[in-house]
Nanobody, 124 residues
Framework: QVQLAESGGGLVQAGGSLRLSCAAS????????MGWFRQAPGKEREFVAA????????NYADSVKGRFTISRDNAKNTVYLQMNSLKPDDTAVYYC?????????????????WGQGTQVTVSS
């Protein structure tokens, strides 16, 4: 079983930056695809970014491409999401997720393990 714990959320002004972390425990996630999703109030959970096990491949939602960067440190069993040029529309609870295999799926239903989420609020 994999436990995921997100941190790094908070309140930031538009144009600012935040770095989210997702620490895994229970087992190593070095062979897992790791993803970030977000859910705003009243909206469906949506895909943000994903990264392959060996950091070779990444995938981003169009809405964050060029502003967000996903990375991972397998030695620390941790995944990161660097968020720059934040907009009020980025306000949401951000979730870390993990799945076996190598495909960078965008569907939340295809991920096996989830964290509790961290709130990101961007003020205008």
């Amino acid at each position: 079983q994999v436990q995921l714990a997100e941190s790094g959320g908070g309140l930031v002004q538009a144009g600012g930056s935040l770095r989210l972390s997702c620490a895994a425990s229970g087992r190593t996630v070095s062979s897992y695809v790791m993803g970030w999703f977000r859910q705003a109030p009243g909206k469906e959970r949506e895909f943000v970014a994903a990264i392959s096990a060996r950091r070779v491949n990444t995938n981003y939602a169009d809405s964050v491409k060029g502003r967000f960067t996903i990375s991972r440190d397998n030695a620390k069993n941790t995944v990161y999401l660097q968020m720059n040029s934040l907009k009020p529309d980025d306000t949401a609870v951000y979730y870390c997720a993990a799945r076996g295999g190598s495909t960078l799926y965008r569907s939340s239903g295809l991920y096996d393990f989830w964290g509790q989420g961290t709130q990101v609020t961007v003020s205008s």
